[in-house]
């Protein structure tokens, strides 16, 4: 394998750091899964970590703060709805409340997490999705629409969901003849990108059940495969060639005909997982089993895939979680985080990019997806498509740094955060939102009526603190000013001096 460069390219990514947390701030006595499925096994967002566990009798996973660190009760509780293991674990996009769960029971679960986490294990799931006739491996949220869930089950069916009311709203049975391995929205979710044991990549219209272009063999191997829709419409893909090396494949959806891309790394078994971050451009590539986590950029430069480095360990991965954007602690440069499973303990790695100065790097975080959802479900479904719509982290931005990074995210106006109602699903809160009650309405009219009182207060307040700044700034203003008037007098002083002691060299005194 070679990552040679002939010559030295201009890239701000070149130097990316990667460091893993003291062992104080790691996660200890995990009991992550041994379940026989290639999936991450954990899944990150700002406020909570889940990793599947192994449970007995069911299928569990853990859900814990970000914040958290040290050693984990056995006592501590789980998310164990499940009756059998649970195989893939997705964070909603658009709520950092919502978690889905896929498992071998052949149902999906969607389960709302209150803030701060469980205080007591959760059994019942606001939404259960039952549509497959086989354990369900593969979930993915749609990027910009609400609500809209795809799922991926061994019975070679890909399902669409609206988990707002439950509905199964479309449903592709005949697109895979074997099973599917791995699923991935484009950037507006205006399609799929899918790879199957026959070896092939597909390209798919979920809403017209159509498949728009295939492409035969795109790793010649017989190991799973995966693939990665990027942000300019091109495909990732990881697999395996005829010798059993792990390949890395780049794709262009116009001309499937060949890669505009193929780098060959090693012969390890392990799948790569990819993870891609789309503000940078960067994919991250996690073999399950292996001790290194290997890093690309993707350019429109030939050869299109650039190797920047890896982050290597003793221990290796039984799974990663990648920590969306919004998480990231801008403070430190930190362009992205891991959260790394270890046998029993889960590590948090970051990638920085050094810099010297202390402002906050632009450069480095372009607006990035928020919370706020571009479409409703309905509207998707109806036919419309938008990107995700986007946030500046350079609000984020404070000193000193705090792990819990909340202040510069706004809530979506379309979901509920109400945790106690345990039936009621993140769409339920769109519904209440637009009817309001007598009571609800009487309280606006207090709030109506009250509101000049807290308009003249906030006034008064805003008032006293821009008399303080004016005060201070004429502080400012009067010292600077005394200090020209001494550096002044000073200099006058000195050229005097001067003038002296030429008079003394030249005898005149």
């Known amino acids: 394998m ?6 030295v390219r201009q890239s701000k990514f070149r130097h990316v750091f990667a460091q893993a947390w003291k062992a104080e701030h790691c996660i200890d006595d995990v009991r992550v899964s041994r379940v026989t499925w290639d999936s991450p096994l954990c899944a990150v967002n700002p406020k909570f970590i889940a990793v599947i566990i192994e449970a007995g ?12 660190s040290g050693r984990i009760d056995q006592s501590c509780p789980t998310v164990c709805g499940h009756a059998a293991p649970v195989l893939d674990i997705q964070w909603s996009p658009h709520d950092d409340n919502i978690i889905a769960s896929a498992s071998e029971d052949c149902t999906v679960k969607v389960w709302q997490i209150p803030d701060g986490g469980l205080t007591s294990p959760m059994t019942e799931a606001i939404v259960t999705l039952e549509g497959h006739s086989k354990r369900v491996g593969i979930l993915a949220w749609h990027p910009s629409a609400f609500n809209i869930l795809l799922t991926a089950g061994c019975d070679n069916v890909i399902c669409v969901w609206n988990v707002g009311t439950g509905e199964l709203v479309y449903q592709l049975s005949d697109a895979h003849p074997d099973l599917i391995y791995s699923v991935s929205w ?23 059940g159509t498949v728009l272009k295939v492409r035969e063999k795109v790793h010649d191997g017989t190991r799973p495969m995966r693939a990665v829709f990027l942000s300019d419409g091109k495909i990732l893909t990881t697999g395996f060639s005829r010798m059993s090396e792990r390949q890395l494949a780049l794709w262009d959806m116009k001309d499937l005909s060949e890669p505009m891309a193929v780098q060959e790394m090693d012969t390890s078994n392990g799948v790569l997982l990819p993870f ?19 890093y690309f950029e993707v350019t429109d430069e030939s050869p299109y895939v650039h190797f920047l480095s890896l982050y290597s360990s003793k221990e290796p991965q039984r799974g990663a979680g990648f920590l969306s954007k919004r998480g990231v602690d801008v403070n430190k440069c930190e362009i992205a985080r891991f959260y790394k499973l270890h046998e029993r303990k889960v590590e948090p790695i970051s990638m920085t990019v ?24 309905d509207e998707w479904i ?49 519904v209440a939102s637009s009817t ?20 003249t207060r906030e006034t008064d307040g805003n008032a006293e603190r821009l008399k303080k700044e004016d005060d201070v700034l004429n502080e400012l203003l009067a010292e ?5 008037a001494v550096v002044l007098a000073q200099s006058q002083r000195i050229e005097l001096l001067e003038r002296q002691l030429a008079r003394i060299e030249d005898g005149d005194v």
């Open 354 to 377: 050094p810099r010297k100065s202390d402002l906050f790097q632009g450069d480095l975080y372009p607006d990035t997806a928020g919370l706020e959802p571009a479409l409703l479900a």
């Open 186 to 208: 484009n950037k507006d979710g205006s399609a799929v990108c899918t790879v199957c044991k026959d070896k092939a990549l597909r390209i798919i219209d979920p809403r017209r």
């Open 276 to 294: 891609y971050d789309p503000d940078t451009n960067m994919v991250y590539l996690c073999g399950k089993g292996d001790c290194t986590i290997r």
């Open 57 to 68: 009798g069911g299928g569990a996973f853990l859900v814990v703060p970000i914040s958290k």
């Open 436 to 455: 309001s009650t007598p009571t609800t309405a009487a309280k606006e009219t207090e709030e109506e009526v009250s509101q000049p009182r807290v308009a």
């Open 480 to 484: 600077m000013k005394a200090l020209r």
């Open 382 to 430: 109806a036919g419309q498509d938008a990107p995700p719509l986007l946030v500046s982290l350079s609000s984020g931005y404070t000193a000193p740094p705090s792990k819990h990074r909340d202040t510069h995210r706004s809530k979506p106006k379309l979901t509920s955060q109400d945790s106690g109602t345990g039936g009621a699903t993140p769409s339920a809160g769109n």
């Open 2 to 7: 070679s990552f040679r460069r002939g010559v």
